[in-house]
C-alpha cells in the first residue's frame, strides 16, 4: 500500500479501453505508461484522476484489487472533468495518484459473514470492488445477495457482467429492478427500498449501501424498520471528497472527514454527524 506521501504524488495513466455502460456512464481502464497497475487498492477505496489543465476528481476505484492487471472507473458525466474524461478515447494520458479513504473490512467485520449488497444508480460503482473482491476469495463469505436498481434498464450500470457472471455464482443472489415499467422489461419494477422490504431478508446479514443520498436515507430506514442494527449496515460517501488528505474541508461533517475518516463508514458512525448529507 502506498504511503500518504506518495498518495499525494500524480502519476501519468494511460487510457487503454472505454467502455460505454448507460447513456451517461462509461467504465474508464487505465495502466501506467509501462502497462502496469499505477498502485495497490483496498475494496472501497477511491483514486484522483486529472486532466492537467482541466481540472481533477475523486472516483472510486471500480476493479477489485485482485485484479493485478489494471485499474477500472465507472465515470457518470456531470460536470466538467467528466465531461472531458468522456470524450476521451484510448491511448489518452491523464494523471492519477491515491490510493484515499479507508476501505471496506471485508478481511474483518465481513469475514464469515452473509453479506447483503444494496445498490441504486451509479451507486453499484463503488460496490463493485467489494462485491467482486468477495467473489473472488468466496470460501471467506457466506451467502452474498445483491439489489441493485435504476431509473430504467438502460441505466443499470455492469449489467453484462451481472448477468453473465454474478448470477451464475453459487449462493449469489442477484434482484434487479427499476422504477418505471418499461417494454422489455419482465423483471421487478419498484425503487430499491420497497424492495428491499418486500423482498424481506433475514436479520444475520452485514448490509453495504450505495446510492443517491435518498436512496441511502430510506434504505437505511427500511432496514432498521425490517430489524437490522445500524452497526450491521455500512455505506460509503466519496461523493463530498475533494483533496483526499484532509487540507481543503470540502467533505467535513461536523467532527469528521469523509476522505480521512471514510469514505466508508458504518451507519451507527453517522449519527453523531450533523444531518447535512
Not at 504524488?9 to 487510457?15: A, D, L, M, Q
Amino acid at each position: 500500500m502506498a504511503s500518504r506521501e506518495e498518495a499525494l504524488i500524480p502519476k501519468v495513466g494511460v487510457i487503454t479501453d472505454v467502455r460505454i455502460d448507460t447513456p451517461d456512464v462509461k467504465t474508464f481502464r487505465v495502466v501506467t505508461p509501462d502497462g502496469k497497475k499505477a498502485f495497490d487498492h483496498k475494496p472501497g477505496q477511491c483514486a484522483m484522476l486529472s486532466i492537467p489543465g482541466v481540472g481533477e476528481a475523486m472516483f472510486s476505484i471500480t476493479s477489485s484489487p485482485t485484479n493485478t492487471e489494471f485499474m477500472e472507473f465507472s465515470i457518470k458525466k456531470c460536470g466538467c472533468v467528466t465531461e472531458w474524461l468522456h470524450q476521451a478515447e484510448v491511448g489518452q494520458q491523464i494523471t492519477i495518484r491515491g490510493p484515499y479513504g479507508n476501505p471496506f473490512p471485508v478481511d474483518d467485520e465481513f469475514r464469515g459473514k452473509d453479506l447483503l449488497f444494496i445498490a441504486g444508480g451509479i451507486g453499484l460503482a463503488p460496490l463493485r470492488s467489494v462485491i467482486n473482491y468477495c467473489r473472488h476469495y468466496r470460501e471467506n463469505y457466506g451467502k452474498i445477495d445483491i439489489v441493485y436498481g435504476s431509473r430504467s434498464k438502460d441505466d443499470l450500470v455492469d449489467y453484462q457482467e451481472i448477468i453473465d457472471e454474478w448470477t451464475k455464482d453459487a449462493n449469489v443472489n442477484v434482484y434487479l429492478t427499476i422504477d418505471n415499467p418499461q417494454e422489455g422489461w419482465d423483471g421487478h419494477v419498484g425503487f430499491v427500498p420497497n424492495y428491499v422490504k418486500e423482498l424481506g431478508f433475514d436479520l444475520n446479514k452485514t448490509a453495504v449501501i450505495c446510492g443517491p443520498p435518498i436512496m441511502i436515507k430510506f434504505t437505511l430506514q427500511g432496514l432498521v424498520e425490517m430489524g437490522y442494527d445500524k452497526t450491521q449496515v455500512y455505506t460509503t460517501m466519496e461523493l463530498r471528497m475533494k483533496c483526499g488528505v484532509g487540507k481543503c474541508g470540502r467533505c467535513n461533517i461536523g467532527s469528521k472527514y469523509v476522505c480521512k475518516d471514510g469514505p466508508v463508514f458504518r451507519c451507527d458512525e453517522l449519527e453523531e454527524l450533523p444531518d447535512e448529507y
